[in-house]
């Protein structure tokens, strides 16, 4: 079964950091892009990141460009998003999808989403 | 950036209803373009890509249409299950955006 699940949601401050994680299961790894998605409560999606299968190519959304960098290791199967300066319009859901293919850049797969609050 | 509008924002059916949902895009996007449901503090699950093709194993009322900047989302006969928030994405070019999204409830 295709699965991702997050981890590495917390509580941090204003101005601080935290990397989520994202693990993959049930596809090959190295051939699917990897995009991350944000809900503020009671918000819509939002769209955050996206790294190519080989982790040469990475797109940011222009909210978190410059703060935010998103990672791979098809090694342990993970995608990683490593957040920094944290503001307060950041607490969100944080959800990892798996991207259907080069052509289909949608997400297919989703996890549980992992939280991420900001407290200023 | 392409921006996403979705109408209405909300809507009240009843079971057995036909409903409708559209989705404009402020540019061109072909047929760029997915749809998701979303059901209270769930993920969201992929319904629809290419404007108009189904998922494996997404019900046969669901159907997609539209291409360039107007698409649309219909549900032939409301299932109490269809209850949800609805989105539409595009993926034509970065930043990938959505729309506001569609809340569909019982009457």
């Known amino acids: 079964e295709v699965q991702v699940s997050e981890s590495g949601g917390g509580l941090v401050q204003a101005g601080g950091s935290l990397r989520l994680s994202c693990a993959a299961s049930?596809?090959?790894?190295?051939?699917?892009?990897m995009s991350w998605v944000r809900q503020a409560p009671g918000m819509g999606l939002e769209w955050v990141s996206h790294?190519?299968?080989?982790?040469?190519?990475?797109f940011y959304a222009d909210s978190v460009q410059g703060r935010f960098t998103i990672s791979r290791d098809n090694s342990k199967n993970t995608v990683y998003l490593q957040m920094n300066s944290l503001r307060a319009e950041d607490t969100a859901l944080y959800y990892c999808?798996?991207?259907?293919?080069?052509?289909?850049?949608?997400?297919?797969?989703w996890g549980q989403g992992t939280t991420v609050t900001v407290s200023s | 950036d392409i921006q996403m509008t979705q109408s209405p924002s909300s809507l009240s059916a009843s079971v057995g209803d036909r409903v409708t949902i559209t989705c404009r895009a402020s540019?061109?996007?072909?047929?760029?373009l997915a749809w998701y449901q979303q059901k209270p503090e769930k993920a969201p699950k992929s319904l629809i890509y290419?404007?108009?093709t189904l998922e494996s194993g997404v019900p046969s009322r669901f159907s997609g249409s539209g291409s360039g900047t107007d698409f649309t989302l219909t549900i032939s006969s409301l299932q109490p299950e269809d209850f949800a928030t609805y989105y539409c994405?595009?993926?034509?070019?970065?930043?990938?955006?959505f729309g506001g999204g569609t809340k569909v409830e019982i009457k």
């Open positions: 999808a798996k991207v259907r293919s080069q052509l289909y850049t949608y997400m297919d797969v």
């Open positions: 049930g596809f090959t790894f190295s051939s699917f892009a």
């Open positions: 790294i190519s299968g080989s982790g040469a190519a990475t």
């Open positions: 540019q061109g996007i072909s047929i760029w």
């Open positions: 290419g404007a108009s």
């Open positions: 994405q595009q993926y034509d070019s970065y930043p990938l955006t």
